[in-house]
C-alpha cells in the first residue's frame, strides 16, 4: 500500500515536498517512481529511483522537464520516498502519483503501465 502525501497550492517559484509511504511489502527491495497528470493531460513520468543490492548506491531518473529543479530521494528506515520539488512552475501543476514496482521484474522508469502499485495522488497547485 502506498500513501502520497504533501500536496498543496503555492506560488510559482515556490517549493513542495511529497512523501509517499509504503507498507506491506519490502520497501528497501522496491523500485519507487512519481508520475503527475494535469488537467486534461495525460499521465507523464517525473522520477524514480532504485536501490542496489546492500549499497548506499540509489539510481535515480528524471523527466527532461524536472531536472535540476525536482530531487527523488528515499529513506529505507521509514519506508518512505520523498520528492523534493523547487522553482515551481504553473505548469508543474497535476495530481502527482507514487508508484512502485517489486524487484525482478521488467522496468522501465517512465513506464507507468509497468508498476504493480499506486498511491491514491496528491494534488499540487502552482499559481502564477
Known amino acids: 500500500q502506498l500513501q502520497a502525501s504533501g500536496g498543496g497550492l503555492v506560488q510559482a517559484g515556490g517549493s513542495l515536498r511529497l512523501s509517499c509511504a509504503a507498507s506491506g511489502r519490502a520497501f528497501t527491495a522496491l523500485r519507487m517512481g512519481w508520475f503527475r497528470q494535469g488537467p486534461g493531460k495525460e499521465r507523464e513520468f517525473v522520477a524514480a529511483?532504485?536501490?542496489?543490492?546492500?549499497?548506499?548506491?540509489?539510481?535515480?531518473y528524471y523527466a527532461d522537464s524536472v531536472k535540476g529543479r525536482f530531487t527523488i530521494s528515499r529513506d529505507n528506515a521509514k519506508n518512505t520516498v520523498y520528492l523534493q520539488m523547487n522553482s515551481l512552475k504553473p505548469e508543474d501543476t497535476a495530481v502527482y502519483y507514487c508508484?512502485?514496482?517489486?524487484?525482478?521484474?521488467?522496468?522501465?522508469?517512465?513506464?507507468?503501465?509497468?508498476?504493480?502499485?499506486w498511491g491514491q495522488g496528491t494534488q499540487v497547485t502552482v499559481s502564477s
Open positions: 529511483i532504485t536501490w542496489s543490492g546492500d549499497s548506499t548506491y540509489y539510481a535515480t
Open positions: 508508484a512502485a514496482t517489486d524487484p525482478g521484474t521488467s522496468w522501465d522508469p517512465p513506464k507507468w503501465s509497468l508498476y504493480d502499485y
